[in-house]
T-cell receptor, first 113, second 113 residues
Framework: EAQVTQNPRYLITVTGKKLTVTCSQN?????MSWYRQDPGLGLRQIYY???????DKGDVPEGYKVSRKEKRNFPLILESPSPNQTSLYFC????????????FGDGTRLSIL | GESVGLHLPTLSVQEGDNSIINCAYS??????FIWYKQESGKGPQFIID?????DKRQGQRVTVLLNKTVKHLSLQIAATQPGDSAVYFC????????????FGKGTLLTVNP
């Protein structure tokens, strides 16, 4: 089954404790992206990757890092999480950038205390 | 389930009626538009897309209309069913970039049996 898998689905942690949210897709997609979703603000893009070893900032990249060492994986790293990063996060992938429908994972709810 | 937004525009319809969800986009240079459906606790799911060289596209029970003159996009759902209840987002490929999608804030559709 074609899917985008995120882990963990839920995480409660404390300020400053580094965390990684993993994202994996099994569709051999070149393009992958991370979004955060906040009430009243909709989905906002954090980072995206056009292909292996190619990443670029989205609209809200501050406080986040990503890497793309393999085509299937695109982890989101919060080196020093802060409460304003409490949010619902989605990973997505598509075969050709944003001119093709993106497939989304089911989300990761992060709470930073 | 997860709450995806507060104070969203809402549309309430009776089962079997047709629904029209509207979206105003911001960038006259945007050349690709897409509608997503998000159910509670899940990631956005692709419904239908349209390129700027078209003004109408039909899918199964759904139609997207694009009016570039007034920068307006609409999603029409025929014979709305309770399973159509969800938040609907429009998104545009904006800023002349091939790599970024900008999402609207969403509309909550409620279908009453």
């Amino acid at each position: 089954e074609a899917q985008v898998t995120q882990n963990p689905r839920y995480l409660i942690t404390v300020t400053g404790k580094k965390l990684t949210v993993t994202c994996s897709q099994n569709m051999n997609h070149e393009y992958m992206s991370w979004y955060r979703q906040d009430p009243g603000l909709g989905l906002r893009q954090i980072y995206y990757s056009m292909n292996v070893e190619v990443t670029d900032k989205g609209d809200v990249p501050e406080g986040y890092k990503v890497s793309r060492k393999e085509k299937r994986n695109f982890p989101l790293i919060l080196e020093s999480p802060s409460p304003n990063q409490t949010s619902l996060y989605f990973c997505a992938s598509s075969s050709q950038g944003s001119h093709q429908p993106q497939h989304f994972g089911d989300g990761t709810r992060l709470s930073i205390l | 389930g997860e709450s995806v937004g507060l104070h969203l525009p809402t549309l309430s319809v009776q089962e079997g009626d047709n629904s029209i969800i509207n979206c105003a986009y911001s960038n006259s240079a945007s050349d690709y538009f897409i509608w997503y459906k998000q159910e509670s606790g899940k990631g956005p799911q692709f419904i239908i897309d349209i390129r700027s060289n078209m003004d109408k596209r039909q899918g199964q029970r759904v139609t997207v209309l694009l009016n570039k003159t007034v920068k307006h996009l609409s999603l029409q759902i025929a014979a709305t069913q309770p399973g159509d209840s969800a938040v609907y987002f429009c998104a545009e490929n904006s800023g002349g970039s091939n790599y970024k999608l900008t999402f609207g804030k969403g509309t909550l559709l409620t279908v009453n049996p």
